[in-house]
Each structure stands twice: as C-alpha cells, then as structure tokens.
C-alpha cells in the first residue's frame, strides 16, 4: 500500500484514537510519502485519549513527510504517539526506514520523523532515520514527558545519519516536568548535527 500527499491537521495519512474504546492499528509494508500535517503525524497519529490505544508499524518506509505551520506553537513529523486523559499508547516499530522528514514552527515543532508523548511506551528496533529535521529537539525522535505522564521509549538496533535539529540532532529527551525513559541499545549514530546541544542524543535529565 502506498499513502501519498495527503494532508490533515492531524494525521496526514492514518489518525487513530481511542476515546471511547480500546483501539489497534497495524501498519506493515507501507509507504507513506509526501503527506503534511500542520500539526502532528504527518503520515499516522496515534492518540490513546482516555482508552489504551496499541500498535504495531513493520517494514514501512516514510519519506519527505512535513508538519510545518508557522503560526503553531508546537508540532511534530512522520509519527505522532500520545496517551493522555487516563489512556495508553504502546506498540512497536520495526524494520522500518524514515528519510527527509521534518517538523517545522516558530515554535516547539520536534520529532521529525517520530514523536512519543506522555503515557506511551514504544520499542523501536532495527529501523533507519536519514536526513530528518526538526525546528527545535529531536530531529528524528523526539520524547516528551508530562507530570504523572511519563513516556518509557527504547530504540534498539538503529541507525542515524545526517538527522539535524537545536537539541538531540537524532534523538531528544525532555523531562522538564515528568520522568520518561530512554533505553539505547546496539545503535549507530553518525554525522548528525545539533546546532546548540546534543549531536546525537539530548536529555534534560540524567
């Protein structure tokens, strides 16, 4: 299947959430290309608000995926994972490639290519992120935590070339107000580029 240039504000391609019931969604073998959001999940939105959303994303590739919108104060690229109001988001993402996607605003746009968010907890195992932009942190991952909302992510077997953001070039990790979890295990980082902190991986909190 391929999803290609569609646009939303939420959810380019696919949006999924679980308000009134749990919800699943499986995604393999995908591409999804060319999609744009003005605000998050350029190609899918999983939002886990109030029931437990879950998920798996294999074998897929995203490229040249936007969220860009000015007069946004925040945003996010290719994948957005949120459990908010009492909800959970969890799931997986493998074997899967994001190249030239980005996350754009005048504002606190970060994740180009995936964003995880409060209640969630994501594994994400032998992917590649090439070359994805975000304004501000994560330029291809991004975690944000919330008080009582902590995201638990780990990336496992991955490889990041040329991602490019302020803070975490390839991946960032902002727990200001909460206590989320980043895992790494057996990944490559090489020639990212953070124009203030962070090269490859940023954390406000040790």
Not at 26 to 51: H, M, P, Q, W, Y
Not at 178 to 202: C, K
Request: aromatic share 6%; charged share 15%; glycine share 12%.
């Amino acid at each position: 299947s391929i999803f290609s240039d569609n646009e939303a504000d939420l959810g380019g391609a696919i949006y999924i959430a679980a308000s009134y019931g749990e919800t699943t969604l499986v995604v393999d073998n995908v591409i999804f290309e060319n999609n744009f959001v003005t605000d998050g999940g350029s190609a899918i939105a999983v939002r886990a608000l109030g029931k437990d959303a879950t998920f798996t994303i294999t074998n897929s590739v995203f490229d040249n995926n936007t969220m860009s919108d000015l007069n946004n104060p925040a945003g996010c690229g290719a994948v957005y994972i949120v459990g908010d109001n009492g909800g959970k988001a969890s799931g997986t993402i493998e074997g899967s490639v994001f190249t030239n996607n980005s996350a754009s605003s005048n504002g606190l746009a970060n994740g180009g290519a995936i964003k995880v968010e409060f209640n969630s907890a994501v594994t994400i195992k032998d992917c590649a992120f090439a070359e994805n932009k975000a304004t501000v942190s994560g330029g291809a991952i991004d975690l944000q935590a919330n008080t009582g909302m902590n995201p638990e992510v780990t990336v496992d077997d991955c490889i990041f070339v040329g991602n490019d953001a302020m803070a975490g070039a390839a991946i960032a990790s902002l727990n200001n107000v909460g206590e989320g979890t980043l895992t790494i295990i057996n990944s490559t980082f090489d020639d990212n580029v953070a124009t203030v902190a962070g090269g490859a991986v940023y954390s406000d909190r040790s």
